[in-house]
């Protein structure tokens, strides 16, 4: 079932649900030219696995803004900008995620040839230290490079 993200009440659900609960939170960006303006659109989610093998809450949100990045090829600013959302999300959370298998994913590749690898050190460095987290990466990263690729169409 897919849901607005309502910090709150995604709260409520993980008060309310057992130490198997595994929890996954994503984000991933696509670039687009509107008006003779490039646009980025970031899609965040969470997704609640309950208790591990009883189906999924999907939450989420879409938040659109100026692209900045001048190099398609590399895009830095926006990749990062998905990490920071990501992160941000962790926090307003983390009251309720101590005892819960939690999941960062990132939609970064480690593989150098693809463009998405800019990053790669600075995102890790980041979740690192921000959520004390190791964070998912591609192919891995479902989160982020599937179920927040596809929202809100999902």
Not at 73 to 86: A, D, F, G, H, I
Not at 134 to 139: D, F, G, S
């Amino acid at each position: 079932m897919i849901q607005e993200m309502k910090i709150e009440e995604i709260k409520k659900i993980l008060k309310n649900v057992s130490p198997q609960t595994k929890i996954y939170l994503g984000c991933d960006s696509e670039r687009f030219k509107k008006n003779n303006i490039w646009w980025s659109s970031y899609a965040t989610v969470v997704v609640i696995h309950i208790d591990g093998c009883h189906g999924c809450e999907i939450f989420g949100t879409v938040e659109t803004e100026k692209d900045l990045d001048f190099r398609p090829n590399k895009p830095t600013l926006r990749l990062m900008s998905e990490v920071y959302r990501v992160s941000k999300l962790y926090l307003d959370l983390k009251d309720v995620l101590f005892d819960k298998d939690v999941e960062i994913h990132l939609d970064i590749n480690p593989n150098e040839e693809f463009g998405s690898n800019i990053v790669y050190q600075q995102a890790i460095g980041y979740i690192r230290g921000v959520c004390q987290k190791e964070p998912v990466l591609k192919p891995n990263s479902f989160a982020a490079s599937k179920v927040a690729d596809r929202f809100p169409s999902i």
